[in-house]
């Protein structure tokens, strides 16, 4: 390891004698910071934190040495020490260089060799010029030839110092007050925005509770209107049951053999009546449901059900519906065996969905599977049939309605079956929506329950 280089000269020392010399280390204190780069009022500090140490430490009767020196440790401070042979009390000291501390970055005060000591410090601006060895040694040849001034030289000094300080404390005082006025002034333009908002917050609150009653009114009037709509429709149904049941009973004793024979026209025309009969039964059985589904009276009955079964009636049932040989019915073996809900509702969406499907597919493939996603047991039923634009995608499930220029391969539609599904999925605790759908390409919807399974 190579030895530390000598410590850098110092840039002046002096001795502290009698109380004149406090003078005279005042105006080196000045001197020294004014040639090492610091402001006026840094300058000014220092030189007031010097000339303090140095009447405290003649006060207390001890000779001191004072030593400038320069020091660059990332950042350039100009240090002061000063140093009395004889030991003091460093305690004392400190607690009387109290203010002292506030004019320099750093202040300490300590006992050591060769006695007490008074270390101060001050950081040098950033844009005064940098201390290379040839600056500073022109540093020191300035010092020495300087003659310091008598007490009335320094005095005059300090008055001069304390004119401008004064000055600027005057000139802050004015900005000062300057600033409270403008204060003042933008606390009346704000209390007045506050009252002007105040009073239109007030104003929109009366207007959000006079809405909010217009809505409470109108949400009652559409319950009632609702419930008038869900007691017609049940009572319509109901009544059109029974005379639609009789048209068909009555085609089919027509129709029968041992029943007197029938012309061809006529026998047409009676197959004719019953098909339509067919239709419209359909539609009142559809208008029935709905009726109930809206009216709240349809309970879910939770129990384990076993998606096997519900999967392999529904293979069964439907598949004399997909008679045609270019589509292919595909209900894919559940991978997951049980699912805690209702399995008559459960049976009644996915066999609307599959029905739909079915109707709606030229060609191609119908497919029912079942998955867990997440939180939800998510059945899909996706076809290759006509497809639904994007736009329609939330209005086929209004009652009554059937996109246009969409004609079922085989049936009929009333535009009730999607509607009904959807009530159904939200009484089982789930959701029914249109995940993609492209014309001409076919439709996937999903079916999502909440995820309450058993192994």
Do not use: C
């Amino acid at each position: 390891m190579s030895a530390a280089g000598p410590a850098p000269e110092p840039l002046m020392r002096m001795r502290l004698r009698m109380e004149q010399d406090v003078f005279v280390v005042r105006q080196l204190g000045r001197e020294v910071a004014r040639a090492a780069g610091m402001e006026q009022q840094d300058q000014t500090r220092l030189a007031t934190a010097l000339s303090e140490v140095g009447r405290v430490m003649l006060a207390a009767g001890h000779d001191a040495e004072v030593v400038f020196e320069a020091e660059s440790n990332g950042v350039t401070r100009l240090r002061v020490t000063v140093t009395s042979p004889q030991p003091g009390n460093a305690a004392e000291l400190r607690q009387q260089l109290g203010q002292v501390g506030r004019l320099v970055d750093t202040l300490e005060v300590g006992d050591g060799e060769p006695g007490t000591f008074v270390w101060m410090a001050r950081r040098l601006p950033a844009s005064a010029p940098r201390l290379t060895p040839e600056r500073m040694d022109d540093i020191r040849a300035g010092l020495a030839q300087h003659v310091p001034g008598t007490p009335l030289d320094e005095l005059s000094v300090q008055n001069q110092q304390l004119i401008v300080a004064l000055n600027e404390v005057r000139a802050q005082r004015d900005d000062l007050a300057r600033l409270n006025a403008e204060l003042e002034e933008t606390n009346r333009g704000v209390m007045a925005l506050y009252n002007q908002l105040s009073q239109e917050l007030e104003e929109t609150n009366r207007g959000v509770v006079a809405l909010y009653a217009e809505l409470d009114e109108k949400s009652e009037q559409l319950r009632t209107v609702s419930e008038a709509k869900s007691r017609f429709l049940a009572n319509v149904s109901h009544e059109l049951r029974a005379p639609v049941t009789a048209v068909i009973g009555l085609a089919r004793l027509l129709n029968d053999p041992g029943s007197e024979p029938l012309a061809s026209e006529q026998r047409r025309q009676v197959e004719l009546i019953s098909s339509s009969a067919g239709d419209l039964l359909t539609l009142v059985n559809d208008l029935l449901d709905l009726a109930k589904a809206e009216a709240g009276r349809m309970d879910p009955e939770l129990s384990d059900v076993d998606l096997r079964a519900v999967f392999a009636q529904l293979r069964g049932t439907l598949r004399p519906l997909a008679t045609r040989p270019e589509v292919d019915f595909v209900v894919e073996e559940p991978s997951i065996p049980m699912l805690h809900t209702d399995e008559v509702l459960l049976t009644r969406v996915l066999r609307n969905l599959l029905t739909n499907a079915i109707k709606f597919t030229a060609e191609g493939e119908v497919r029912l599977t079942v998955r867990t996603v997440d939180d939800d047991i998510e059945f899909t039923v996706t076809d290759t049939g006509t497809g639904i634009p994007a736009e329609l995608h939330e209005r086929i499930f209004e009652e009554f309605y059937q996109v246009p220029g969409s004609r079922a391969i085989t049936g009929k539609g009333t535009g009730l079956g999607l509607p009904y599904a959807r009530r159904l999925a939200g009484i089982l605790g789930g959701g029914l929506r249109v995940v993609a759908s492209t014309p001409g390409e076919g439709t996937t919807f999903t079916l999502a329950l909440p995820a309450t399974t058993r192994s």
